[in-house]
């Protein structure tokens, strides 16, 4: 069984660059979740999608937007960064809409760094 | 506004004793509760969850318990192991909430001493 994993591990942007994480679910997983991570803080869930669609979202600007695949591999992109998107992105899988989606299987991470 | 508090940012115990974590919640629309485990460089591990009908749920060496009228659960691991060193994370969701969003605390860093 393949757990989950986030490319890249880790990358440097620019202040108004735009940028792109990938994220592959665990395997028979529908559900994916994305958290961003402050040092020193929770995670924070930015947004989730649930076969294909978007199904919840946090307190982010519509400058974070994302997409699921039909193979539910999952990408977090975000425009015109800003110093303050710095930090640990996070995505997790889980299986379905119900109770058991909160137990959440989380990838390492991509950390990022707006300079 | 923090709905989940972990107000000791960490906590040393010595190896082969109770390690107790504590988290308090404010909203009482938060009916699941669940423990992750952070190693560094590592995303957060599922731990244990209890459902706010119970009070009590124990998996091993873990033991979550759930105060409602408090709004407070706690984390029991015995004994504790070199292992269990680790960054711990309460986080807390209402099943009414279609975001199915979870909420987090800051976490708390438990140091085992051999």
């Known amino acids: 069984e393949t757990g989950v994993t986030q490319s890249p591990t880790h990358l440097i942007k620019t202040r108004g660059q735009q940028v792109t994480l990938r994220c592959s679910s665990q395997s028979g997983h529908n559900t994916v979740s994305w958290y961003q991570q402050a040092l020193g803080q929770g995670p924070q869930f930015i947004f989730q999608?649930?076969?294909?669609?978007?199904?919840g979202r946090g307190n982010f600007p519509p400058r974070f937007s994302g997409l699921q695949f039909p193979n539910y591999s999952s990408e977090l992109n975000v425009n015109a960064l800003e110093l303050d998107d710095s930090a640990l992105y996070l995505c997790?899988?889980?299986?379905?809409?119900?109770?058991?989606?909160?137990?959440?299987?989380f990838g390492p991470g991509t950390r990022l760094t707006v300079t | 506004d923090q709905q989940v508090k972990q107000n000791s940012p960490s906590l040393s115990v010595q190896e082969g004793r109770i390690s107790i974590l504590n988290c308090d919640y404010t909203?009482?629309?938060?009916?699941?509760f669940l423990w992750y485990k952070k190693y560094p460089a590592e995303g957060p591990t599922f731990l244990i969850s209890i459902s706010s009908i119970k009070d009590k749920n124990e998996d091993g060496r873990f033991t979550v318990f759930l105060n409602k009228s408090a709004k407070h659960l706690s984390l029991h691991i015995v004994p504790s192991q070199p292992g269990d060193s680790a960054v711990y994370f309460c986080a807390a969701s209402a099943e009414k909430d279609s975001n199915y969003q979870l909420i987090w605390g800051a976490g708390t860093k438990l140091i085992i001493k051999p």
């Open positions: 909203n009482s629309m938060f009916d699941y």
């Open positions: 997790a899988s889980s299986l379905g809409l119900s109770a058991r989606s909160y137990e959440q299987y």
């Open positions: 999608y649930y076969r294909e669609e978007e199904n």
